[in-house]
């Protein structure tokens, strides 16, 4: 199983940043599929969801207008769209793989993640 996240980079704030996450078909095309964000000195904290199938979408409230997640089943791959970049969006960002095509927010509820990209926003 892999997870291949690219993407990131090195933006100014009000910038924008499109990651891209391409999984292995089998494990990933009836799962739902998710970004998460790690911050030096801080936890990995969920950023946002998408269901099986793309229908539904969650997002945490810090990114909620801001950030975009869509999928593409026939390529296994799901991106992130980020918008208005805030100093505060810098971390290492994750895409993770469900147990299940629907998914709460909780770490366990993913069993597989890529190796994460560096996403930097100056001030």
């Known amino acids: 199983v892999q997870l291949q996240a690219s993407g990131g980079g090195l933006v100014q704030a009000g910038g924008s940043l499109r990651l891209a996450c391409t999984a292995s078909?089998?494990?990933?095309?009836?799962?739902?599929m998710a970004w998460f964000r790690q911050a030096p000195g801080k936890e990995r904290e969920f950023v946002a969801s998408i269901s099986w199938n793309g229908g539904v979408t969650d997002y945490a409230d810090n990114v909620q207008g801001r950030f975009t997640i869509s999928r593409d089943r026939a390529a296994s791959t799901v991106a992130l769209q980020m918008n208005s970049l805030k100093p505060e969006d810098t971390a290492v960002y994750y895409c993770a793989v469900s147990r299940s095509s629907f998914t709460g927010r909780g770490l366990t509820n993913f069993n597989y993640w890529g190796q994460g990209t560096q996403v930097t926003v100056s001030s």
């Open positions: 078909k089998r494990t990933s095309s009836n799962n739902a």
